[in-house]
């Protein structure tokens, strides 16, 4: 279950970048880099969490693959949960920003 919402959530995101005709990164070392800090800094927290029992992972929901003390699903977390946020974040900003935009040329004219 755990997999299908990750699934679902990358899937929505780049659905957004294609409706929306825009990317997060300007290169593809932006976008590895960027990628790569989410991902050491979620891993981390989550790893040291899991470590001090502050979270569990109890075996419903998850595939049953882990790597080292989390399962797969928590690294895929960690790559696909702040590309969906910052991407929502983006149409968001745009859709309102544009709004804005419309408005003060109603109240100019």
Not at 8 to 15: D, H, M
């Amino acid at each position: 279950m755990y997999l299908a919402m990750l699934i679902a959530f990358f899937a929505f995101a780049v659905w957004l970048e294609w409706r929306y005709r825009f990317t997060l990164y300007g290169t593809r070392r932006e976008r590895l880099l960027i990628t790569l800090i989410f991902f050491i800094i979620g891993v981390s927290w989550d790893s040291f969490a899991t470590i001090h029992r502050t979270w569990i992972y109890p075996g419903d929901g998850l595939i049953g693959i882990w790597i080292g003390v989390l399962p797969l699903e928590e690294y895929l977390f960690s790559l696909i949960v702040p590309f969906w946020i910052l991407t929502v974040y983006r149409v968001l900003d745009n859709k309102l920003s544009e709004a804005s935009m419309r408005r003060k040329q109603g109240t100019e004219a």
